[in-house]
């Protein structure tokens, strides 16, 4: 019996297609990915938001909620290895709990990560900022709700993990591999 279940135009054979069309998806997929790979220390727990780390801490996630706050930060705790740490305030300090470690070596995961003691480039990021609403409606600029960093490509402007009016979008460019400048300020919408 013939495997192939049907041809497709000048008579190649579906059967034959399959595997060809199988291949193209998958270098694109790849390309996909490898599109924007950081040369900075950072981790990707599998949903490409590109996270700082360092040896000593990035705050990169804070949320305030009515009663209780909560932080995130990643650090390297040696050349091969991310630690995420997640405290009881926004600021990423005082008591903490470690919620995961991942190896940057370990094909056996989906989180990709780098941790080099030997170069510590930055990466330019964004921070997105959604700030309290005030009872008339307007934006309270002093209680901040939520804080989310993360590193983007210096060429692209990704969409917000914060939905809300009272908003604000911080850029932070690096400036000759050495330090950082600010970068542009969006405003409250």
Request: one cysteine or more; hydrophobic letters at 30%.
């Given at each position: 019996s013939d495997p192939c279940i049907g041809t497709l135009s000048k008579?190649?054979?579906l059967c034959m297609a399959i595997p060809v069309i199988r291949f193209v998806v998958a270098i694109h997929a790849i390309a996909c990915i490898m599109a924007f790979s950081p040369q900075c220390n950072y981790v990707d727990m599998g949903?490409?938001?590109k996270h700082r780390t360092s040896r000593s801490g990035q705050c990169v996630i804070s949320k305030?909620?009515?009663?209780?706050?909560?932080?995130?930060?990643?650090?390297?705790?040696?050349?091969?290895?991310?630690?995420?740490?997640?405290?009881?305030?926004?600021?990423?300090?005082?008591?903490?709990?470690?919620?995961n470690t991942f190896h940057c070596d370990?094909?056996?995961?989906?989180?990709?990560?780098?941790?080099?003691?030997?170069?510590?480039?930055?990466?330019?990021?964004?921070?997105?900022?959604?700030?309290a609403r005030?009872?008339?409606?307007?934006?309270?600029?002093?209680?901040?709700?939520?804080?989310?960093?993360?590193?983007?490509?210096?060429?692209?402007?990704?969409p917000s993990f914060v939905d809300d009016n009272c908003f604000e979008r911080r850029s932070e460019r690096i400036h000759n591999n050495f330090g950082t400048e600010p970068g542009d300020v969006v405003p409250i919408w």
């Open positions: 008579g190649l054979r949903f490409h938001v305030r909620l009515e009663d209780r706050a909560m932080s995130m930060e990643h650090i390297c705790i040696d050349e091969n290895t991310v630690e995420s740490r997640v405290f009881d305030s926004d600021e990423c300090n005082g008591s903490y709990q470690v919620i370990s094909n056996t995961t989906f989180v990709q990560c780098r941790c080099s003691f030997k170069d510590d480039k930055r990466c330019p990021t964004v921070t997105d900022i959604r700030y005030q009872k008339d409606g307007s934006c309270d600029y002093v209680n901040v709700v939520q804080r989310r960093t993360y590193i983007v490509d210096a060429t692209d402007i990704p």
